[in-house]
Every structure is written in C-alpha cells, then in structure tokens.
C-alpha cells in the first residue's frame, strides 16, 4: 500500500466502542492539561465490501466499418483503456473510502499494487489503454493531491505496475482526463483543464522517456462544467470524444475533429437532469456492438448505464447494480467529477471530554461513531480539524495548548495564544496542500501557507481586518465548482457568507456572496468536506435541540441545495469539528 493512513502503526492498543450506526474512531486523547503527546488522532476508515464489476447483455453489432473489420475503423479510440483481466473489456479501476485503490473485474477485486511509486494520496487515476502499442496491457496516469503525476505501465491483476515515467506541477489544474486517441495515431492523449476554464491538450509522443508532449491551448470557457468526461469513440470516427455536464444537470457531447489543435466540434445538446449522478464514468465499449457506455451512479450508490449509439447519443438505459451497492468507492478512475481530498469526516466532543469521529459514506450518511478514550481526555482541549496538511490525504488535529500549535502532536511553535479562531480549509494558495487560517482578537484574518510535506508552516500572510463581525467561520473543500478551496462565514446577525477561494496568497479570496439569514437558528456549523460522493463540499449545522442537517455544495444557482436532516441528538456534542 502507498497511502500513509496504511502505514502508520495503529497508536492505541484496545479500544472501547461506543456503536451508534457503524464506523471507527482511533485516537490518542489530548487532555485538558496538556497539549497532544506525540500522536493525534489517527484515523482508519474500513474499507467497504466491494461489488464486482457489473456485466452488460451482448450488444447487436453496428453494420458499418467497424463491424465489418475495416482496419482503419478500429484505433485506440474506440478499444478499452482499462482491460487489466485481457478479456478485450475495460474494468474498473476505484479509490475505496480507506484510500485504497483497486482493480474490479467481473470475476475479482484486487489491489492496484505499484512499484516504485510515491507515496503520496492518490486523488485521481487516468487509465490510458496500450500508451505503448505494445501487449495490449493498459498504462494508468495516477495524480497525486500535491500535483504530481506518475505513469504505471502494464497494469493487470496478476503483477505489479512498475513506474515509467513521473512529473509535477499538475496542481495547475483541477480536472486532468483523457478523451481517448485525438490525432489518429493510436495512443490516447492527455487534457487538462485549470480552474478559470482553458483546456490544454497533451499529445502522446510514443517515446516512454517522455510519454507526452509539452501542452497546447485548446479551448476557452470550460469552467461552466462540473463534470468532465473522455469518453473514447461514440460518434464512429474513431477519434476521441468528450462529455460535459453542468451543474444544474445539463449534459453537452463534444464530437471529434481529428484536428489536435482543435479537438471538438460544437457542443451538443444532450438533456437535463444528470445533476442526479455523483459521479459520470466512461467504461469503453461493455457490450461489444462498437460504441462506447457510460456509466452513472445515483447519490445512494447505484449504478446505472447508458449505452451507446455510434451517433454520439445514448439510446439505452438500464440499472446494472443492487441498490446503493457501489457507495464505498470514493473516486471512480475517469469519472467526470472534481475529486475530493483532506477531510470528508466531522468529529465531536461530548461533555464528558470524549471524542468521536463520523467519516463519510459518500451517499450523503455519516457512519457510525466510535471512540476509544476515557471520559474527560478531551475536555477544556482548544482544538480544530483540519483539512489535511500533508499528502496523506487525511485530516489532520490541531490544538492550542500553552501558546502552542501542534498538530497531529507535533509541536509547530510557540505564538499562538493570539488566536481565538483557526480554519484549515484546504489548499488556498494553488500548491496542493492544505492552508491555515487565524484570526486575532482585533479581528485580523491570517493566512499561514504550510510546507507541500506539512512539516511547517510558512511566515503569515495578512489577508485582511473586520473579522470579528463573524462569530462563525468555517469551510473544507471546493463550494463554486473550480477545484479551489472555499470559506463560509455567519455574522453575529446570523447572516451566511461565502467567500471564494482565488488560489493566491496575497489575496486568498474574493469579494463575499451573501447565502442567507437566518443561520442564528443553528449552534454549530462545520466544514465536514464531501459527504455526497461527488467531489464538492458539503457542510453540516446543528440546531440546540440536537438535530443535524446537510447542506451540499456545488448547486447550479444558489451554491447550496436546501438543507436535508440526517441525524438528531446531537445536543450531547459542545464541539463539532
């Protein structure tokens, strides 16, 4: 395993759970008089049992080309990008809710074991097909939450991938996909899109020194989508073809040109309602007539697919999975969405001092709780959870105690008594890891930029005064649908504010948003990352009675759709994190 959440040694022996509706909490307690000794909360999600790929029924074959074998009517475009199992089918390739990643066959599920490679979370993977022409093995584009990239060539469910070939600076951009083979030579290329919407294309070289070409502009105004998909060939040229999803649901196909530089024709309309899936996911051609599927899956975690018409529409649907089936895998490789990283999770403290963690099902739930500490641990500590620091993908810790931050244990100095508030939200400076915010009792607002290892945290940036109107801020994750970071804040009138996240440093955010009023009805607001399994962020508030509501992130006009309850009893927590 290549994730550090499968590395670090268990940090508490036994445990005592406390079972509400499923799920784990390992944690070293801080205690009220002393700042964390040397661990943090060491958190393990449990992988789900995982589902086999699902199988389609036996397509009729097109009579055109293709099905007559004309051999220039069959390149890459059109063949499978991720057959690891060699029965000319692509499989499926997931992130699972514990950070592993595996390979699903109709008959198997096993790990995507990499030799040589980083270890750093892994937040997306591009499958590619034979990059080399070679045997016929896939080649699989793996990108790191700090921005690098890493090529694994041969794949398969009997060996390991060994590394070819590696980069950085990804961190650019915030979807990376491949539409399948753009110019005709058999390899499938390589697009990439940064957050103000140019796409930039990456031609395949054939040399495996370096597997692509530097990149080249492409296409203005792809921000307004949501969702990204490579699809292969669906429209018969055998070049690749792309779709796109806004977020009120809308889908457009973009057709083929065989012109590199410029890959698309216009885009056409396809019908709404596609706001319904978390995630949208090319998987070649299932069923062997000739033209690529996709497949959907429903926010409770059931797939569905869309069949091909070798016209660029889709002119089957059916359910391919038991209700809910497929909630635990966290990131389809290919789909179309923005992934998430760094949170996904809330904690709380109960009023005896113990703490409990909730992670995310990825359909919207909390798990269960647990914990593992004894009652008062936790009580009078100043802590807050954050957006993870580091590239291991989890949140991390931190507590004042003594003027001291430390986080996850590790003591980052002294000076920070000043502070009555601090926010990780995630990346806000564009370099991939996760930010810190804090605010003085004057109302200042700070930044703090962290290291890419989080091994410390840089010279504070001021970003700007007047922060003491909010008696809440709060936020983990992507809220405007560009992959950046974002911030919530409630005055003291209870009016919500959103503050986009701009990527830069020396002005973190731009001008506010109002969202409402009314926010003085709940006691509690927490960032919690993505709990719906689509990549945006999502929060939760609580109300003094103890009920919890999710509020998802990432809607089409309002930013938020309206809020929707999944727990109650929450009055027993004074501390959500």
């Not at 983990?476 to 996240?501: E, K, Q, S, V």
Request: net charge negative; glycine share 16%.
């Amino acid at each position: 395993m290549f994730s550090s959440r499968f590395t670090r040694a268990r940090r508490l022996a036994a445990c005592t759970a406390l079972a509400v509706s499923a799920g784990m909490l390992l944690a070293t307690p801080a205690s009220a008089g002393s700042p964390v000794s040397g661990a943090g909360v060491e958190t393990d999600r449990p992988a789900a049992t995982q589902p086999l790929m699902p199988s389609t029924p036996p397509g009729a074959a097109k009579a055109d080309a293709r099905a007559a074998g004309a051999e220039d009517a069959a390149p890459l475009g059109a063949g499978p990008r991720s057959d690891v199992d060699n029965d000319g089918k692509s499989d499926l390739l997931v992130r699972e809710i514990d950070g592993s990643l595996t390979f699903v066959t109709q008959t198997q599920a096993v790990e995507f074991a990499r030799a040589g490679g980083s270890s750093e979370f892994v937040k997306e993977m591009i499958p590619l097909g034979d990059l080399d022409l070679s045997d016929g093995r896939p080649e699989i584009l793996t990108l790191s939450v700090t921005g690098g990239v890493e090529l694994y060539g041969n794949a398969s469910t009997t060996d390991f991938s060994q590394r070819r070939w590696g980069s950085g600076g990804f961190h650019i951009y915030n979807k990376v996909f491949t539409p399948g083979d753009v110019n005709g030579d058999r390899r499938a290329d390589l697009m990439a899109r940064t957050p103000n919407g140019d796409l930039y294309i990456f031609l395949a070289s054939g040399d495996a020194s370096y597997p692509f070409m530097g990149r080249v502009l492409v296409g203005h105004g792809w921000q307004v989508y949501d969702q990204i998909i490579g699809l292969g060939d669906n429209d018969g040229d055998g070049k690749g073809d792309v779709l796109a999803r806004t977020p009120d649901g809308a889908l457009k196909f973009y057709g083929s040109t065989g012109d590199p530089l410029k890959p698309f024709k216009a885009p056409v309309h396809m019908g709404h309602g596609w706001d319904r899936f978390n995630q949208i996911l090319p998987v070649d051609d299932q069923d062997g007539d000739g033209d690529t599927e996709v497949w959907a899956r429903e926010k409770d975690g059931t797939l569905r697919a869309y069949g091909g018409s070798g016209t660029g529409v889709y002119d089957t649907v059916e359910t391919i999975s038991e209700p809910g089936a497929w909630a635990g895998v966290s990131q389809f490789a290919g789909a179309g969405n923005l992934p998430a990283t760094g949170k996904e999770e809330l904690l709380a403290r109960d009023k005896a001092g113990r703490l409990y963690w909730y992670y995310s099902l990825n359909n919207g739930k909390l798990s269960a709780r647990e914990y593992l500490d004894e009652a008062g641990n936790w009580a009078g500590a100043n802590i807050t959870n954050a957006s993870s620091f580091d590239p291991n993908g989890e949140s991390d810790l931190l507590e004042i105690w003594n003027g001291h931050l430390y986080v996850e244990g590790k003591d980052f100095g002294g000076g920070w008594g000043v502070y009555n508030l601090l926010v990780g939200p995630g990346d806000l400076n564009g370099d991939g890891s996760g930010d810190l915010l804090a605010r003085d009792r004057s109302g200042n607002l700070y930044l703090y930029q962290t290291h890419r290892l989080g091994t410390k945290v840089y010279n504070r940036v001021h970003v700007s005064r007047g922060w003491e109107t909010y008696n809440w801020v709060f936020g983990a994750g992507d809220y405007t649908n560009d992959g950046r970071a974002d911030i919530l804040a409630r005055t003291t009138t209870g009016t919500l504010y959103l503050f986009p996240g701009t990527g830069k440093a020396d002005r973190p955010f731009a001008s506010r948003i109002k969202l409402g009023e009314g926010f003085n009805a709940y006691s509690k607001l927490v960032g919690t990352g993505d709990l719906t399994g689509d990549g945006k962020g999502d929060f939760v508030a609580a109300t003094p009675s103890g009920d919890l509501y999710r509020f998802d992130g990432g809607a089409a006009k309002s930013y938020f759709a309206p809020r929707f309850k999944i727990g109650y009893g929450f009055q027993t927590y004074n501390g959500l994190y």
